[in-house]
């Protein structure tokens, strides 16, 4: 009894997570035990569910088993019932050429007619499944068909051979049903293990997608501090620029008109000497130079010529100023912000090279290259041991904040090179 309520246990159990033609299958076999405990009830029950579920799922073989099994346990009970299952179930292996379940239903057909007392139906049907039996040569088929004889003959003999057959059929029942308990609880650790693993893999893939997300985060993070930079150092430039024009225009709108104005008012005085007028001049001009130095470039206007003009500015009878392939360029595809730096760039280096390089000669070089342009700077001049004073150093940060490169190349008596790209 205690195998038997095992084997429930475990088929209750192999009920979850289970296909309809597996269920079905499960069903018969719990139908099965509960008649081997003679539970007619229940097993008809589950039998009945097992022949729904093979119909809906359409497994034949189990269909055709779970009404034999039904028809031979209302053999007693309820015989017409019982034929119309038996003959259901056999014609269905006949369809399906199923050659034991038609011996099984050979044996089962012969018990209903034992039953009902028509021993030649009996006779014939044992007969056929002797005669399946021994065109397969199949032993099991043959103890079957001997042992089914034998419970008809009734002798004592017979009745003793059966008693110890049934006997060694339920020690071996019960090693196998041990077996299959074991092997299911092999299955069961198996399946466990196999769980695992998945919720392993699934933990490792887990782990993964944090360590993209935050490897994801940490290159928007940088992205985004490095744009901050570029646009802080952007409107930065910006605000020199603006800074620088709101001197320019107040240096030419106070200083220089009011020098202009007063300027006037001594040349109507005869008692001024020409030299202090000739001084004052010299100041009017050089806050006016101050004023458009600083002021920004206006964004219509030709900065290739504006450049030129700022050029020759510094051009005097010992110094030549020679300006190559200013015209190749397309400055008017050129932003702005970056035609102001440049333009304050050179205004630097011709200054510093006014003041302290004593060149007779300049060069300045345009290149375009795509969106690049190539400027380079060289004078004849006295050269130096490179020091970046503030005026070279107010280029550098320049040239940084619009994201171009500036680089010097100088010796003694060798001159001044300057290699911008913009």
Do not use: C
């Not at 009902?116 to 199949?138: G, H, T, W």
């Not at 010529?305 to 400055?331: A, G, R």
Request: charged letters at 25%; proline letters at 0%; a positive charge.
């Amino acid at each position: 009894m205690g195998i038997y309520n095992s084997s429930l246990y475990f088929y209750e159990k192999a009920l979850q997570n289970t296909s309809l033609s597996e269920k079905s299958v499960i069903f018969n076999n719990i139908g099965y035990i509960h008649k081997l405990q003679y539970q007619d009830s229940l097993a008809i029950i589950y039998f009945k569910k097992a022949i729904k579920l093979s119909t809906a799922a359409n497994h034949q073989e189990n269909l055709a088993r779970s009404q034999d099994n039904l028809g031979h346990l209302l053999i007693k009970k309820q015989p017409t019932e019982a034929l119309v299952k038996l003959r259901q179930a056999h014609e269905l292996r006949e369809k399906l050429h199923d050659k034991e379940g038609i011996f099984t239903s050979y044996i089962h057909l012969s018990e209903y007619y034992s039953a009902v007392q028509d021993e030649q139906k009996a006779e014939q049907f044992l007969e056929k499944a002797k005669q399946i039996a021994n065109r397969f040569d199949n032993l099991k088929y043959k103890e079957a068909a001997l042992y089914k004889i034998l419970q008809l003959t009734g002798s004592s003999e017979a009745q003793n051979y059966l008693i110890v057959k049934d006997s060694l059929e339920n020690i071996q029942n019960t090693t196998e049903n041990k077996y299959l308990s074991l092997q299911y609880q092999i299955n069961k650790v198996e399946k466990q293990a196999e769980i695992l693993e998945i919720e392993k893999t699934k933990e490792e893939q887990q782990k993964l997608i944090y360590q993209l997300i935050g490897a994801i985060i940490l290159i928007s993070g940088v992205f985004i501090y490095f744009y901050q930079q570029i646009r802080y150092r952007k409107q930065k430039e910006e605000q020199v620029f603006l800074t620088e024009s709101r001197i320019a225009k107040k240096v030419h709108d106070e200083v220089a008109n009011d020098i202009y104005q007063f300027m006037v008012k001594l040349e109507k005085n005869s008692n001024v000497q020409e030299k202090s007028l000739d001084e004052l001049e010299n100041i009017y001009h050089t806050s006016r130079n101050i004023s458009h130095q600083y002021k920004n470039i206006p964004e219509n206007e030709d900065f290739g010529q504006l450049l030129q003009e700022m050029f020759l500015n510094y051009q005097t009878d010992n110094l030549k100023i020679i300006v190559k392939n200013i015209s190749t360029v397309q400055w008017a595809k050129i932003a702005l912000i970056k035609k102001n730096t440049l333009y304050r760039i050179a205004q630097e280096l011709m200054t510093n090279m006014k003041k302290h390089s004593d060149a007779t000669l300049v060069l300045w070089d345009f290149i375009q290259e795509g969106k690049k342009i190539k400027i380079t700077y060289t004078d004849n001049g006295k050269g130096t041991h490179l020091k970046k004073k503030n005026g070279l150093l107010n280029t550098e940060s320049r040239i940084h904040a619009i994201k171009g490169t500036i680089n010097f190349e100088s010796e003694i008596n060798q001159g001044l090179k300057v290699k911008i790209i913009i």
